[in-house]
């Protein structure tokens, strides 16, 4: 299994709506996905249809370690696209994680007995650097960073990317950026142009060549509980994050690659 964090300590980036879109693709092409939600919002388990009373067990109960992954585990209405939910609860792990040992390998610890039954796991972070991501960040093999083109979202990037660094030399050694992508993307404004050629001049080849519109589309789903891949394939958002799972997966490992 290839575990993928999807995090940037900014709010409203795209995280939730790459991670739902991303892992739906994924799983669409055959890949046996798992999606966590670690953010106490919810919202990625509210996307995907888990209603909030079916949220019995939780990635709150995975690191407080009350749970085991086979019990937290939920099916969603994607075939082959499991999820581990989240609710309000998780807000709480941030405080009573600091007390326990080894705090920020809390997740590593739980997925790696049961790594074995998928071949890829996103991790949808909450907008913080906090001890839930860093636990994503320890757990995972890679970070998918969105990046919405705005001012200051090379300021915020810089942080985030000292914080892996501060992973690889403590706790995870092999914390790889799989890649940059760019969400909310609006041509005919000016300064979102001008963004993006600031990112790719800064990062390069490590920003997806797929950039993801904005697109209405994407921000209605979630209401109907439903991917927007679901609710309209055909919609250019779907289209974007169909193009972005499929440039993700030729920059996976080869030997993760097959599927
Ligand atoms: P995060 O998880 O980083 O906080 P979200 O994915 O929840 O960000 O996105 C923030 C808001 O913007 C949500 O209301 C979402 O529906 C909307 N949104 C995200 N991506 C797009 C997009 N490409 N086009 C239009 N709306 C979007
Ligand atoms: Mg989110």
């Known amino acids: 299994m290839i575990t993928i964090a999807i995090a940037n300590q900014k709010g409203g980036v795209g995280k939730t709506t790459t991670a739902i879109n991303i892992a739906t693709a994924m799983a669409a092409t055959g890949w046996k996905t798992l999606l966590i939600d670690l953010d106490p919002q919810g919202n990625a388990s509210t996307g995907l249809g888990i209603e909030a009373a079916a949220r019995e067990n939780t990635s709150y109960d995975l690191l407080l370690e009350q749970a085991?992954?086979?019990?937290?585990?939920?099916p969603t209405d994607i075939p082959g696209l499991d999820i581990v939910p989240a609710t309000q609860d998780l807000s709480g792990a941030e405080v009573e994680l600091v007390s326990v040992e080894d705090r920020t390998g809390r997740l590593t610890q739980a997925l790696a007995q049961h790594a074995h039954a998928y071949e890829v796991c996103f991790i949808d972070c909450p907008p913080s650097l906090g001890l839930l991501t860093l636990n994503a960040l320890c757990a995972a093999d890679t970070l998918l960073v969105p990046l919405q083109c705005e001012f200051f979202a090379l300021e915020g990037?810089?942080?985030l990317l000292q914080t892996v660094e501060r992973i690889q030399q403590g706790f995870n050694p092999d914390l790889g950026i799989v890649g940059v992508v760019l969400t909310m993307f609006d041509r005919r404004n000016r300064l979102t142009d001008q963004v993006?050629?600031?990112?790719?001049?800064?990062?390069g080849g490590l920003v997806f060549e797929n950039v993801i519109p904005r697109?209405?589309?994407l921000s209605e789903a979630p209401s109907h509980g439903m991917p927007a891949l679901v609710y309209d394939h055909q919609c250019p958002g779907s289209r974007a994050y169909i193009g972005l799972a499929r440039e993700l997966i030729g920059r996976l490992p080869e030997t993760r690659k097959a599927a």
């Open 68 to 74: 085991t992954l086979p019990e937290c585990v939920l």
């Open 157 to 159: 990037l810089s942080q």
């Open 196 to 203: 993006a050629d600031d990112v790719r001049d800064c990062l």
């Open 215 to 217: 697109n209405v589309r």
